[in-house]
């Protein structure tokens, strides 16, 4: 890539021009999709479809819907798509970290506990070293696999509780 064409992506990355005419077209269409597979298209995007569209592990993806679903009706409208992914996507480091922030203050107290962090930490997939050296993916996923029993997943908790000590 020349240093022209780095320059003009960077540009186009840093102003509102791609925000408004790359991020906010493509955002629109994904609300629509998600719209149209909801219980209830008038009210917006259910939870079951944007935990489906997300993926995300553990209890994130309900995080996330919690915190963008603003209104407290269990349903994501365009204004609350759009915004959440505006500030995942399109945002501050400070907005973001505002955002993470939210998703781990499960209370809503403006405080973080021990408490929110093991809820976080205990729903995520955990990653075993193989001998080899390589990494092997923790058996909470998706997709599951990984560790082998349950009380490698309950020593793998008692391990991030000692961490957080």
Sequence with gaps: MENDDKLEFVELQTNEDFKTKICLPYFKDIFKDLQSRSDN????????SWLDYAQ?????G???FSVMDTSKNGY?????FLTGL?????STF???TELVFEMYDFDGDGYITKNDISTILSSLPVINFNRSGGNVEGKF???GGGLDNFMQRVE???????ILD
């Design 56 to 60: 995300l592990p553990g209890v994130l």
């Design 141 to 143: 996923t998706q997709e």
């Design 41 to 48: 298209p008038d009210k917006g995007i259910n939870k079951v």
């Design 76 to 80: 994501l409208d365009q204004r609350e």
């Design 156 to 162: 793998t908790m008692d391990e991030m509780s000692k």
């Design 86 to 90: 505006f500030r995942l996507y399109c």
């Design 62 to 64: 309900e995080r996330f």
């Design 94 to 96: 400070d907005e973001k």
